[in-house]
């Protein structure tokens, strides 16, 4: 069992950045898939970014050159940098583990899930 635990969510102009990081419980953090996906209200979840410990970071689109996902196994932290902030980046963000890789980014491939976040950027 992991347990997940958010936190660095607040209210920043649009430009702006922030830090989310992610705590998780469990001894075997260095082999989990850890990801970031974000809700907007009256939206779906979605996909942010991704980082596992085969190989390189992958991003949604939406995200790709303003947000950095980093992850450090000794503190079993997850992060995730968030630069060039803009409104649309408003959302509650999740941070999600999975045991066994895959290449999905879907919400459903994921077995552990915190408690989410806020963002919400101001223009």
């Known amino acids: 069992q992991v347990q997940l635990v958010e936190s660095g969510g607040g209210l920043v102009q649009a430009g702006g950045s922030l830090r989310l990081s992610c705590a998780a419980s469990g001894r075997t953090f260095s082999s989990y898939t850890m990801g970031w996906f974000r809700q907007a209200p009256g939206k779906e979840r979605e996909f942010v970014a991704r980082?596992?410990?085969?190989?390189?970071?992958f991003y949604a689109d939406s995200v790709k050159g303003r947000f950095t996902i980093s992850r450090d196994n000794a503190k079993n932290t997850v992060y995730l940098q968030m630069n060039s902030l803009k409104p649309e980046d408003t959302a509650l963000y999740y941070c999600?583990?999975?045991?066994?890789?895959?290449?999905?980014?879907?919400?459903?491939?994921?077995?552990?899930w915190g408690q989410g976040t806020q963002v919400t950027v101001s223009s």
């Open positions: 980082a596992w410990s085969g190989g390189s970071p």
């Open positions: 999600a583990a999975k045991a066994r890789f895959s290449f999905s980014t879907s919400a459903d491939t994921y077995d552990y």
